[in-house]
């Protein structure tokens, strides 16, 4: 057993974050403090803190007493205010809710060592169109905006001279379980499987004929916080970027009728909906799904990101990163994805999160 490690995991209940808090408690020389707007209870090696990181002299007050920290994981996402304000309108806050928690942290801590930044695939303009690919750390930048480009000038311009260090890591789909985040795509469509067989629909696949066969990745939430340890922990990953995901690669028309068999129900052809426009008036018919399976009482808004399933099923492009300089740099763990959504699918029916 090393020294013992204090982490700060900011962004803690979110689909990333508590899946890194999850793998640094089986490490018993961690200990970690969470940071969210959400309040959240205590477990032995952890504390939480309900803090405003877009607020600097909350972030500052309730931050100054983390003088052992040795690690910040930095996960956190505040998505913009409706989604007519457009994705400009990110950058500002998503920029500042970093500037706040390493400032306050940095100026509290002199035990700091690494600061683990997550960013994702949208560095590469996957959210733009086509882009090239497989996408590799070195590809030089698209025009902006883009959130990542301050967060990462930010912080390599912060860091410099100073005793710590840090690493980016660029994920793609997190696939987890973290009821209330924005960014789920897992349970909204295990909602959606499970709405359509009630009213006795096929599974139908509701995104772009083309983002049916086009390639496509993720990265499971538990595989990347083994990344995110791994980063944290791996002196040469000091100052690198790195792509993170599954590890392979999928077509949803491949794994479609697989999710389908997962929920014992027929698989249909593509139907090309908006699951936010149709899918928001079934609060009703959730809760009488609930009484009648017996189900987690978890609220119909709180288990599903409509939004971020319109936004993954709309993708009618190649989304590909290469993970050829993770594996270089010692990170060798490989997920199956078409294996992970069907097992993901059997344990959410499992723990009557669905029926």
């Not at 500052?60 to 913009?80: I, N, S, W």
Request: hydrophobic share 45%.
């Amino acid at each position: 057993m090393g020294e013992h490690k204090e982490a700060v995991v900011v962004g803690a209940l979110g689909v990333i974050g508590r899946y890194i808090v999850e793998r640094l408690l089986r490490q018993d020389d961690w200990s970690v403090i969470g940071l969210s707007r959400r309040a959240a209870g205590a477990v032995p090696r952890y504390r939480h803190i309900s803090v405003d990181l877009l607020d600097r002299e909350d972030a500052a007050a309730k931050l100054a007493g983390l003088t052992e920290a040795t690690h910040v994981f930095y996960a956190a996402f505040q998505p913009a205010a409706g989604a007519a304000a457009g994705y400009a309108s990110n950058i500002a806050p998503n920029r500042d809710m970093l500037v706040n928690a390493v400032t306050a942290i940095d100026s509290a801590s002199s035990a700091l060592r690494r600061v683990v930044l997550v960013t994702g695939t949208k560095y590469y303009g996957s959210h733009f169109g086509p882009f090239k690919t497989p996408a590799r750390e070195s590809d030089p930048r698209h025009m902006g905006p883009n959130y990542y480009f301050e967060q990462i000038d930010w912080l390599a311009a912060f860091q410099r001279g100073k005793r710590w260090d840090w690493v980016e890591l660029r994920p793609q789909t997190l696939c987890g379980f973290a009821p209330g985040t924005p960014m789920s795509l897992a349970p909204a469509i295990a909602v959606y499987a499970a709405i359509s067989k009630e009213l006795g629909l096929p599974l139908r696949f509701p995104g772009k004929p083309g983002a049916y066969t086009s390639i496509y990745q993720v990265t499971e939430s538990a595989h990347f916080a083994n990344a995110a340890l791994w980063a944290a922990s791996t002196p040469r990953c000091g100052l690198e970027a790195f792509n993170i995901t599954n590890g392979d690669y999928f077509r949803w028309k491949n794994l479609w009728p697989k999710l389908a068999a997962a929920f014992d129900m027929p698989a249909g052809d593509v139907q090309t909906i908006s699951l936010t426009a149709h899918m928001i008036d079934n609060a009703p018919l959730w809760r009488v799904m609930r009484e009648r399976y017996g189900l987690k009482p978890y609220a119909y808004d709180e288990l599903v990101a409509w939004p971020f399933a319109d936004y993954v099923f709309s993708c009618d492009w190649d989304v590909m990163s290469d993970v050829t300089k993770s594996r270089r740099f010692g990170f060798h763990d490989v997920v199956d994805s078409e294996e992970m959504f069907v097992r993901l699918m059997r344990e959410f029916r499992a723990e009557r999160i669905v029926p």
